[in-house]
């Protein structure tokens, strides 16, 4: 063998170590790591949205008079816990937060039930006008809902449902985005082998959706379930037409700290801080779960 050919690599093959074996995505497996400049903005961010809640904590903890100069205080008072149990009695706040955690926990589950029924049907099912149905689901979406206020309240009335939670929670037991978001959601996360297969093994349509649809679609189900939640809980325009101050759900309830000849901005401060601390704990203790349910559905889709 001459000398030539020991020197010389074979014809298609590269030295170890070379430069064309690295790998051409350089710091595969390593974290990446935010530089100052994105803590910067992520703070900037989040002081910005945190400042209405701070504002509305220290606007609670002072008195009406300490609000009317100049300049507003900047930091906390004395009076939070007097305020908040002015306004807890005075608003009735009890019976409102009862009211408001059966319309909001019964139009979570309804919603996000029929929603993801409805969304895994126009996502793998095939039917006729099921393109046609989808279109008028999304153009529903279109309409401002204050054009339904009359002729809603007209049905109500004629139901006898006047002042009954019942009226508040009909119309929104299932929305149009709801039922798009999972339909969305689902053409992605849930492979239509899965479906499949369970048919193969002999799954009833009942077995397919609880032991296939939903494990797929929980990431989304808990995300479409908060969002609904914070809605149905913060909603104000129709309850406050169905509803009166004798069966109110919190938003209603808070209306009647307003009125009056002067009304008492630090009691209605605390009283709008007491009806946001509900979805501040629900938050604080299904964050975390949601998000992580979010990240692991990307993965897996």
């Not at 064309?20 to 961010?45: C, D, I, N, W």
């Not at 809640?53 to 903890?61: F, H, K, R």
């Not at 059966?102 to 006729?128: E, H, M, Q």
């Not at 009359?150 to 006047?162: K, N």
């Amino acid at each position: 063998m001459s000398t030539s050919e020991l020197t010389l690599p074979q014809a298609g093959k590269q030295k170890p170590g070379s430069r064309r074996e690295r790998p051409r995505v350089m710091g595969a497996g390593k974290q990446l790591h935010a530089g100052p400049l994105t803590y910067v903005v992520l703070s900037v961010f989040a002081l910005v949205s945190l400042a209405p809640l701070v504002w509305t904590a220290i606007a609670a903890s002072r008195t009406d008079r300490r609000l009317a100069e100049t300049p507003p205080p900047l930091w906390f008072g004395g009076n939070l816990f007097k305020n908040m149990e002015r306004a807890w009695e005075e608003a009735g706040l009890g019976a409102a937060m009862l009211n408001s955690t059966i319309v909001a926990g019964t139009i979570t589950i309804s919603t996000v039930l029929f929603a993801t029924l409805a969304g895994f049907a126009f996502a793998k099912l095939r039917f006729r006008f099921s393109g046609v149905l989808l279109l008028l689901t999304i153009g529903t979406m279109m309409i401002p809902p204050q054009l339904a206020v009359v002729p809603l309240y007209l049905w109500m009335a004629d139901l006898g449902w006047s002042n009954q939670l019942q009226t508040v929670i009909l119309p929104t037991l299932c929305t149009a985005f709801g039922t798009f978001f999972m339909r969305q959601y689902l053409v992605q996360a849930l492979p239509s082998e899965l479906i499949e297969a369970a048919r193969v093994d002999g799954a009833s349509s009942l077995r397919v959706v609880w032991h296939v649809v939903f494990p797929a679609a929980r990431p989304a189900m808990a995300v479409l379930g908060l969002l609904t939640f914070v809605f149905a809980w913060n909603d104000f325009l129709w309850p406050i037409i169905a509803l009166n101050q004798e069966n109110p759900t919190v938003q209603v309830a808070l209306n009647s700290l307003g009125t009056g000849y002067v009304p008492d901005q630090a009691v209605i401060m605390a009283g709008a801080l007491l009806g946001t601390l509900p979805l501040l704990i629900a938050f604080l203790l299904f964050g975390k779960q949601i998000v992580g349910g979010i990240m692991q559905g990307a993965i897996k889709g």
